[in-house]
């Protein structure tokens, strides 16, 4: 039997070395020991990590805002309910002039001044040149993400950057090589680490009541057939032709690694992915846009291992009927938590509030506690930085209020020189399955180590911790 696998170990590397030369990343990547390995570059001189960066804190922040589109519009509408004292919109920016003019007029509607208009493919660069500009949102097709938001950075202006803030780890680099550099703050707009349910159960997690999270699990499963159309110019379903691979992981991932503490005591290590080939994707391009042919499966799963051991899986689905769901779940030593399907539940190897273990007898399975002792620890372990603004994130809205909470600790840590609650490393690590899961998947599932974008500092800071 042992030689048996050896027999078959050798013939994946050789499998592997025969390809080498076919790798397809955009950086340089070889193979080490059957694990394709990408190049990470040496900090440059005049870098410097931006763990626990803080800046000059900004009285008032002022914003621009770039992308009018969908997702642009309902930035807008949260932006416009900041307390102007704190944080106002000074600018707004799209290609398409309806856009803008749609913009001006909900900002008129609220009472406000109105923001100083640009429109055109690079007009956000002349956004970017104004000296009362603070902090650039950038809510635009994936593929400008990261050159906007370099491009601000290097302008002197901090940047919120929606997801995936990169499609690639060239582009990972960018946003962190520029981040160090410039010494301006990089954040990805990631709203579902600000759930309430996911929120709750990080300090569950910090507290110890789950014991030690070992496997945890979150995915983006949502079926968009309702919407493909409204993508201006197909982007999206354009860019899923053409890209193999989970090519939109945070909202699944960004909550579960902070969970497990990544690169705050622990690190990404190697991932697999397995996919599906394009069913319906295939079927909605073709009636679309008259492609014969799509790159991204219907359904991809991505297993990533821990520094520490630890497993994670990361699923990926916008094609299939099915519910919604991003499947966060946390397993621990002592507990376990799980939100989809609806209302979610929790399940601990002891009652909660009491060190009586419930493995003092023998138990057969475990349940789930009652609906009503649910509801209360979630509301006990509400975070401090959410209880305050719960009630007012709820009514202004935006995924149920989270988005909103979102921008108002952006604004609050800007305001008040604090570090970020998302650091350009948590950006860089999720974003980085989009590439590593493709890297992956065209490699005949090869395994692919997570490259150190903190360059050796993971294990610096002791745990995730918000600012306060």
Not at 356 to 371: C, L, M, N
């Amino acid at each position: 039997m042992k030689l048996f696998r050896l027999f078959i170990a050798s013939l994946f590397a050789l499998g592997l070395s025969a390809c080498a030369s076919k790798i397809d990343c955009t950086v340089p990547a070889r193979i080490v020991d059957g694990t394709i390995v990408t190049q990470v570059p040496p900090r440059a001189p005049g870098q410097a990590s931006m763990l626990r960066f803080a800046a000059e804190p900004i009285d008032t922040v002022r914003i621009a805002l770039v992308g009018l589109g969908m997702r642009g519009t309902g930035t807008l509408k949260r932006l416009i309910h900041h307390d102007q004292s704190e944080a106002r919109l000074v600018a707004v920016c799209d290609v398409l002039e309806e856009n803008v003019n749609k913009a001006l007029q909900i900002v008129a509607d609220a009472g406000l001044p109105a923001p100083a208009p640009y429109i055109g493919e690079e007009a956000y660069k002349e956004l970017c040149a104004r000296p009362d500009v603070d902090l650039v949102y950038v809510v635009t097709d994936w593929i400008h993400h990261t050159p906007i938001a370099v491009y601000a950075m290097e302008q002197g202006k901090h940047v919120a950057i929606e997801v995936p803030a990169a499609t690639t780890l060239a582009e990972c680099w960018q946003l962190v090589d520029t981040a160090e550099k410039t010494r301006r703050h990089c954040m990805m707009l990631e709203n579902c680490v600000y759930d309430f349910f996911e929120a709750s159960c990080l300090k569950m997690a910090q507290e110890g009541q789950f014991g030690e999270i070992y496997y945890a699990e979150g995915a983006y499963i949502h079926n968009l057939d309702h919407g493909w159309r409204r993508y201006y110019k197909n982007w999206r379903l354009d860019f899923n032709s053409k890209f193999r691979g989970d090519n939109y992981p945070t909202h699944g991932f960004g909550p579960i690694c902070q969970a497990l503490n990544i690169h705050r005591g622990d690190r990404l290590r190697t991932l697999v992915a397995m996919d599906t080939r394009s069913f319906r994707g295939l079927e909605h391009a073709r009636e679309i846009m008259g492609v014969d042919s799509f790159a991204e499966g219907d359904h991809t799963v991505t297993l990533v291992r821990t520094e520490k051991d630890k497993l994670m899986k990361v699923e990926h689905n916008v094609y299939g009927i099915r519910p919604y769901s991003r499947m966060y779940s946390l397993s621990g030593t002592k507990g376990y938590a799980q939100k989809y399907p609806l209302p979610g539940g929790l399940c601990f190897s002891q009652k909660p509030g009491s060190d009586d273990a419930r493995g003092s007898e023998i138990v057969e399975h475990f349940e789930f506690v009652p609906a009503q002792v649910r509801d209360s620890l979630l509301a006990a372990y509400r975070p401090s930085i959410i209880k305050g603004i719960e009630e007012r994130a709820r009514k202004v809205g935006g995924h149920g209020g989270m988005d909103f909470i979102m921008d108002l600790r952006l604004v609050y840590c800007l305001r008040h020189g604090l570090p970020l609650d998302m650091d350009v490393y948590d950006a860089a690590e999720w974003c980085s399955l989009c590439e590593l899961s493709r890297i992956s998947l065209n490699n005949g599932f090869a395994p692919v180590e997570v490259p150190d974008f903190t360059r050796g500092d993971w294990n610096v800071i002791d745990g995730y911790s918000y600012a306060e």
